[in-house]
């Protein structure tokens, strides 16, 4: 018996059987990503470490997103440096300003597959498990380690079930389930263990929804978020994956403990500061002004996560400060053909170039002290989104909604 986690990790280093939850591993990983906020370091220490080449050009992939553009001298500077190496290294999977969130390009760009070792200088890489692979994010100095000889060790994590049945009312999104998850298991109830999401309203999720599923598995200290593959997963990929892939499933049995939630009767969820596992229902704050809202980031800032917000604004008027931004270009572009962006502007609505935009506080939309900002990112820390900034996490509906009534409020969304 092993879980998808097991049978990745003996497959990448090339275990004789199976390895067995709590053995390490040293893994050959099949792509690695770093972005502009963390390539700089991790090209530094790369070439502290004495390395000339990376191991494999074609398996590293550098995406722009958490400063785009440049807001300062600095990031400028920063971010020629790493055009630099990355043609000094011949690495041709540069996704520059304007392409988008790294999390969101990665699996776009076909990276992301059912099977693969990937891994990323960046704590939200467990995103990519919503296709099934492993997905894990890593520091600088372990990403300058890949790029030297494109291995690294893990320890093979335990796998919980997070089992999710039922109907789910309009109002209540793959955000809400994430949260609801979060709350009851706890900011460490899974750490370095990984989580695997199943059940009907698992399989019923879009793929859109189930990387808002993985990419918040951090957030409760899970090394890896995985929702096994499937038909749906395989049609996303049509057209899109870049080698061949041989999805894995978990055998029965090989979970070391099973959650069960049914969100028959699950309302629309909310994390308040300062902690993601704080998560109440939205009716117990209804009410609550607030000064800004965002919607966007790598969390939730796709095509669907704008037509929810769409059909929420349109042919009304927000009533505080509107950021959307969305996921990547191709986002964008899908957007701006369905009429989603002209509907978002014509209810006041601001919208930014593809990227990472205030989630980590860096700039558009930073906020004041004792602002308050009802955010679909995937982080409320104290100065997460500016020092003083009160941010409360919430799905794209909520989001919408309280930017018409100016405070928190329970949203309405038909099917």
Known sequence: MASISQKILSRASGHPGIAEPGEIVEADIDYAMSHDGTSVLAIRSFREMGSERVWDPERVVVPFDHIVPANNETAADLQREV???AREQRISHLFDCGTGVCHQVFPEQGFALPGLLLVGADSHSCTYGAFGAFGT????????????????WFRVPQTLEARVVGEAAPSVSAKDIALLVIGDLGADGATYKAIEYTGPAIEDLSISGRM???????????????????????????????????????????????????????EPQVAVPFRVDNVRPVSELAGLEIDQVFIGTCTNGRLEDLEVA?????GKRVAVRTLVIPASREVLLDALRGGIIQTLVEAGAMIGPPGCGPCLGAHMGVLAEGEICVSTSNRNFPGRMGKGGLVYLASPATAAASALQGRLAIPEVGR
């Open 212 to 266: 808002t599923l993985c990419n918040l598995g951090v957030e409760m200290g899970a090394k890896a978020a995985i929702v096994p593959p499937d038909e749906r997963t395989e049609q996303w990929l049509r057209g899109r994956a870049r080698r061949p892939y041989i999805p894995v499933h978990s055998d029965p049995g090989s979970y070391q403990k099973t959650y069960d939630y049914d969100i028959t009767e699950l």
């Open 310 to 314: 769409a059909r929420i604004l349109k």
């Open 137 to 152: 994010g890593v520091g600088a100095t372990d990403m300058a380690e890949i790029y030297s000889s494109g291995r690294l």
């Open 83 to 85: 055009r630099e190496w």
